[in-house]
């Protein structure tokens, strides 16, 4: 009789591998306190949905976690660099080298072709026209892209921008892709499109994804969903559990 389990040979259990790390997060802006003490643990090639009502302080929270905005109090680290007490020079080259970002709206340059687009962040970091151009041609080729790779953005359809956008945030192969409300102005298939890419690209590169959402579709295909309201985690503690489980029932 066939066994029903494939036999796996005796390994260590595998510890998870902390990308992230955010420790009482606070930010006010002005009178507002718009984050009250955000905690959160993001593991390397997790996929994470944050949601939670407009003005929770979802896009402020990314963009801290970015290092494009700095919170008043806590720390953050990632991939076990501190980049709390960085000097606005070391967080643009972070940055550059280990943080993608998507938006909602594409903010690709007009003037240049979508393989120019992707090619940009790789020459900032330093890389050759050919290592640049290559890494470009790659990206776009996993994104079924190659054959848009000469046209401006205005010649790309909605969801073909999106996609261009995402090869951009990958190009310096960075640890993390921090994305806000990147499926908001795609439609139906688009947007499935653009979702499925990015567990495709967790399997591939063993990226770690933080996407802000509203989309319910994506939301519940994700790792793990954090909530989001005024500025604070709702129910933290469940959270955690049903992270400890999941770690269990990977094992
Ligand atoms: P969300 O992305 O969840 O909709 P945001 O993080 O964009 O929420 O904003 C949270 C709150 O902080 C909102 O009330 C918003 O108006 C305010 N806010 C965000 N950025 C700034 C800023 N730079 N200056 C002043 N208020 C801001
Ligand atoms: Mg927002």
Redesign the pocket.
Known sequence: MQPIRPIIPNSPPKKPHTMIEIKGIKKS??D?Q?LKGIDLTINKGEIVSIV????????????IIGTLDKPDNGRITIDGTDISSMNKKQLSEFRNKHIGFVFQFHQLLPEFNALENVMIPAFIAGASHSEAKKRAEELLDFMGLSDRANHKPNELSGGEKQRVAVARALVNHPDVILA?EPSGSLDTKNKTELHQLFFDLRDKFGQTFVI?THDESLATITDRTIH?RD?EIEHPEETTENTEQQEQDKQ
């Open positions: 802006f002005g507002l718009v939670g009502p407009s003005g929770a302080g979802k896009t402020t929270l990314l963009q806000d802000v989001l500025g």
